[in-house]
């Protein structure tokens, strides 16, 4: 299967920069299921050509993939993925292209942030949905499309198109955004993937989509068909667009290696993650060894870097770094996460040594073992191993493991209960585990008007969202009934008509309780 890409802006060679392969050297990349080969066609000032030509071993590709095969018992001997573009070119070209999605160009910082004009052009592309498919999903991203089915047979015209088109995309875009557009549409129009699909290929398309997918007018039927319409997974993903826009939620988990089975476990997952960490920075070294001399020239006496506009914080760093600064403000040294999900707060707060005791809870198992892989327990100090603790529970039942904390935090988790059941959260955090502060955050609904593609509460699995009014009356009512004192205070920019993003309550417990 191959991929071209061109250029026409001068000096075209630019590419090889921008692609950190040398116009000048064949390269060879193994993956697991074949070899990836990078070659310049045409490498002139006025036109350079850059190809990815993925060669499949049939065999390794039956290995790597064991008894996973999505397709009909006879897949594993008889299918298109040695012939046509697919998942398969998507994470060759994740692999051998990982800098230059990244955007980085050491050489030549400016570069990776200049439009050009490209051509990408792959000769035989599956498309579950044809021609027109391809044009709803390239042409709202800028590109002019040309998508041609092809026959089933040429010579018997009458047997009607194929299911495969030749694509073409001419436009002006950044090279990073152009790959990152081909690593995400190209399994999407496949409607298939070639490994298991694990939970963290939600961030993967996250991190992919960043700056084009939350306002695509396919977003749904991308998120569905890239996370192989695992319902589930696709809801999460959609939510996470809705709420956050081109920002992603939350520092998002290392990529596990892609062809991974499906019985691999969380430490094999991290194991493969630091393995293409360490392979992204011998990428880096390569660049350097491909440049140019009179490129590397150009480094030494080169431009002065583009200072790049400032990015706005995500809100879900905005209201951890609140969180965080109110717990020191209060002065608390033990604090317990209730609804820690993946621990990014418990992360957080263990890299402040002033938090001598830090506890996370979570109902769910996966969101746990999840955190402790991201947070490499296997590997964490002991001092600082000894400060944590982490178990499964719930927060509507009473539990002895939750007493004895300074505070505890409940940042965006009411919403999540079921309102007929938020007494029973109400008599277990305030009236049984008792802390002498509670921090609560919770979406402000009125907020909602400002994201103009959500539709909905902020997240499907959402039971509420309050107005600052209805979350003032049960924070009041709350802190009456259990002896606590109440104050609200902003998360994010306080819009002056509908308030801000999110809305914080810090409760005090009173000194005569």
Same mark, same amino acid.
């Given at each position: 299967?191959?991929?071209?890409?061109?250029?026409?802006?001068?000096?075209?060679?630019?590419?090889?920069?921008?692609?950190?392969?040398?116009?000048?050297?064949?390269?060879?990349?193994?993956?697991?299921?074949?070899?990836?080969?990078?070659?310049? %066609?045409?490498?002139?000032?006025?036109?350079?050509?850059?190809?990815?030509?993925?060669?499949?071993?049939?065999?390794?590709?039956?290995?790597?993939?064991?008894?996973?095969?999505?397709?009909?018992?006879?897949?594993?001997?008889?299918?298109?993925?040695?012939?046509?573009?697919?998942?398969?070119?998507?994470?060759?070209?994740?692999?051998?292209?990982?800098?230059?999605?990244?955007?980085?160009?050491?050489?030549?910082?400016?570069?990776?942030?200049?439009?050009?004009?490209?051509?990408?052009?792959?000769?035989?592309? %599956?498309?579950?949905?044809?021609?027109?498919?391809?044009?709803?999903?390239? +042409?709202?991203?800028?590109?002019?499309?040309?998508?041609?089915?092809?026959?089933?047979?040429?010579?018997?015209?009458?047997?009607?198109?194929? !299911?495969?088109?030749?694509?073409?995309?001419?436009?002006?875009?950044?090279?990073?955004?152009?790959?990152?557009?081909?690593?995400?549409?190209?399994?999407?129009?496949?409607?298939?993937?070639?490994?298991?699909?694990?939970?963290?290929?939600?961030?993967?398309?996250?991190?992919?989509?960043?700056?084009?997918?939350?306002?695509?007018?396919?977003?749904?039927?991308?998120?569905?068909?890239?996370?192989?319409?695992?319902?589930?997974?696709?809801?999460?993903?959609?939510?996470?667009?809705?709420?956050?826009? =081109?920002?992603?939620?939350?520092?998002?988990?290392?990529?596990?290696?892609?062809?991974?089975?499906?019985?691999?476990?969380?430490?094999?997952?991290?194991?493969?993650?630091?393995?293409?960490?360490?392979?992204?920075?011998?990428?880096?070294?390569?660049?350097?060894?491909?440049?140019?001399?009179?490129?590397?020239?150009?480094?030494?006496?080169?431009?002065?870097?583009?200072?790049?506009?400032?990015? !706005?914080?995500?809100?879900?760093?905005?209201?951890?770094?609140?969180?965080?600064? +109110?717990?020191?403000?209060?002065?608390?040294?033990?604090?317990?996460?209730?609804?820690?999900?993946?621990?990014?707060?418990?992360?957080?707060?263990?890299?402040?040594?002033?938090?001598?005791?830090?506890?996370?809870?979570?109902?769910?198992?996966?969101?746990?073992?999840?955190?402790? !892989? +991201?947070?490499?327990?296997?590997?964490?100090? =002991?001092?600082?191993?000894?400060?944590?603790?982490?178990?499964?529970?719930?927060?509507?039942?009473? =539990?002895?493991?939750?007493?004895?904390?300074?505070?505890?935090?409940?940042?965006?988790?009411?919403?999540?209960?079921?309102?007929?059941?938020?007494?029973?959260?109400?008599?277990?955090?305030?009236?049984?585990?008792?802390?002498?502060?509670?921090?609560?955050?919770?979406?402000?609904?009125?907020?909602?008007?400002?994201?103009?593609?959500?539709?909905?509460?902020?997240? %499907?699995?959402?039971?509420?969202?309050?107005?600052?009014?209805?979350?003032?009356?049960?924070?009041?009512?709350?802190?009456?009934?259990?002896?606590?004192?109440?104050?609200?205070?902003?998360?994010?920019?306080?819009?002056?008509?509908?308030?801000?993003?999110?809305?914080?309550?810090?409760?005090?417990?009173?000194?005569?309780?």
């Amino acid at each position: 299967m191959l991929l071209t890409i061109t250029t026409t802006a001068r000096p075209a060679t630019d590419l090889g920069l921008l692609l950190h392969k040398h116009p000048e050297r064949v390269q060879e990349f193994g993956q697991s299921f074949g070899t990836a080969t990078v070659f310049y %066609p045409e490498a002139g000032d006025e036109r350079c050509t850059a190809a990815l030509l993925l060669e499949v071993d049939p065999i390794a590709l039956v290995r790597s993939r064991g008894k996973s095969s999505p397709d009909f018992s006879l897949s594993q001997y008889v299918n298109d993925r040695p012939y046509a573009a697919s998942s398969l070119l998507a994470v060759a070209l994740a692999d051998v292209f990982r800098t230059a999605r990244a955007g980085r160009c050491k050489a030549r910082p400016e570069l990776p942030g200049t439009p050009l004009p490209l051509e990408l052009r792959l000769p035989a592309l %599956p498309c579950r949905g044809g021609p027109e498919l391809a044009a709803r999903l390239f +042409k709202p991203l800028g590109w002019e499309v040309d998508a041609q089915a092809l026959p089933l047979d040429e010579g018997f015209p009458e047997w009607g198109p194929s !299911r495969y088109v030749r694509l073409t995309l001419r436009g002006t875009a950044r090279l990073a955004d152009a790959l990152n557009h081909l690593y995400v549409l190209l399994p999407v129009l496949d409607d298939g993937k070639h490994y298991w699909i694990a939970p963290d290929e939600v961030d993967k398309l996250i991190r992919a989509g960043e700056g084009w997918l939350h306002g695509h007018p396919e977003r749904g039927l991308i998120s569905r068909r890239y996370l192989g319409r695992r319902w589930a997974l696709a809801r999460t993903a959609l939510a996470r667009l809705a709420e956050l826009g =081109d920002e992603t939620e939350e520092q998002l988990e290392p990529a596990v290696e892609e062809d991974a089975p499906a019985g691999e476990s969380a430490a094999d997952e991290a194991a493969a993650a630091e393995a293409e960490a360490q392979g992204d920075a011998a990428a880096e070294a390569e660049v350097q060894g491909d440049a140019p001399p009179a490129e590397a020239e150009a480094e030494v006496q080169g431009d002065a870097p583009v200072e790049e506009a400032p990015k !706005r914080t995500p809100l879900n760093v905005t209201r951890r770094e609140a969180v965080l600064a +109110k717990l020191e403000e209060l002065g608390a040294v033990s604090v317990i996460d209730l609804g820690c999900g993946q621990g990014e707060l418990v992360g957080a707060l263990l890299a402040r040594p002033r938090f001598a005791r830090v506890g996370g809870m979570d109902v769910s198992s996966m969101a746990l073992t999840i955190a402790a !892989r +991201k947070l490499r327990l296997d590997r964490m100090p =002991d001092s600082k191993r000894a400060r944590l603790t982490l178990f499964q529970g719930a927060l509507t039942y009473t =539990d002895k493991r939750l007493s004895g904390y300074d505070a505890a935090v409940l940042m965006e988790v009411i919403e999540h209960v079921d309102p007929p059941r938020l007494a029973a959260l109400e008599n277990v955090v305030f009236g049984h585990a008792r802390p002498h502060h509670v921090l609560v955050t919770t979406p402000n609904i009125e907020h909602n008007v400002r994201y103009e593609f959500l539709t909905g509460l902020r997240h %499907p699995d959402h039971r509420f969202e309050w107005t600052r009014a209805e979350f003032a009356a049960w924070a009041a009512r709350v802190a009456g009934q259990y002896g606590y004192r109440v104050a609200f205070e902003p998360v994010g920019e306080d819009d002056p008509e509908v308030g801000p993003p999110t809305q914080m309550g810090v409760f005090t417990r009173d000194q005569r309780s």
